[in-house]
């Protein structure tokens, strides 16, 4: 099982470019989020899924969109690429409360590092 | 919801040296926290999760529910526990969603 992988690796925009950031898992969970990591900042939570069809907003969400047409799959799009959201992203998936298993942790992919001119 | 707090960005010890990094909570039921380890430029992995009360790479954590905290402990550090360590619990909103919120990190740096 691959886990939790997340396409591109690395990718520099100019400001104004748009682009896909794509979390894809293979663990059935049903919980999928994006955060974003800055230096002095830790993880900030982007977006949150906790179904397929379903998205949430989290703590820094301006300037993204997010979509879960599939249980498997979390896109994290920009629409129009700020220098400000030069960072790594992250996703991570739980498997949600009808698999509760109880004390379960989040797993998370290797992350995309963002560069915007 | 569940919150945490690290109150150090960055911690700096000499190998060999006892390690604490510190975690604080603020919960409305019983408490699931965990400890993440992320190396140079990798994922977060879990490190420790409190209810197994185990012990890796010699780090162990216990829950103090009287001071609310969470510390993770190693006797003797190594070069090799340089990273960043977060504390985490899971939370549920009133619809029974998770959103996960982390606290914002320690940086170990383990001196030769």
């Known amino acids: 099982n691959a886990g939790v992988t997340q396409t591109p690796k690395f990718r520099v925009l100019k400001t104004g470019q748009s682009m896909t950031l794509l979390c894809a898992q293979d663990m059935n969970h049903e919980y999928m989020y994006w955060y974003r990591q800055d230096p002095g900042m830790g993880l900030r939570l982007i977006h949150y899924s906790v179904g397929e069809g379903t998205t949430a907003k989290g703590e820094v969400p301006d300037g993204y969109n997010v979509s879960r047409l599939k249980k498997q799959n979390f896109l994290l799009g920009l629409e129009s690429a700020a220098p400000s959201q030069t960072s790594v992203y992250f996703c991570?998936?739980?498997?949600?409360?009808?698999?509760?298993?109880?004390?379960?942790?989040?797993?998370f992919g290797d992350g995309t590092r963002l560069s915007i001119l | 919801a569940q919150r945490v707090t690290q109150p150090e960005k960055l911690l700096s010890v000499f190998k060999g040296a006892p390690v604490e990094l510190k975690c604080n909570y603020s919960y409305s039921g019983s408490p699931e926290l965990f400890w993440y380890v992320q190396y140079s430029r990798q994922r977060l992995q879990l490190l420790l999760r409190h209810i197994s009360r185990e012990s890796i790479k010699g780090f162990t954590a216990d829950l103090n529910k009287g001071e609310t905290s969470f510390h993770l402990k190693k006797p003797f550090a190594q070069e090799e526990d340089s990273a960043m360590y977060y504390c985490a619990p899971p939370c549920t909103s009133g619809a029974g969603s998770y959103q996960l919120t982390f606290g914002k990190g320690t940086k170990l740096s383990v001196i030769p």
């Open positions: 991570a998936t739980y498997p949600g409360s009808l698999q509760y298993l109880g004390n379960q942790p989040q797993h």
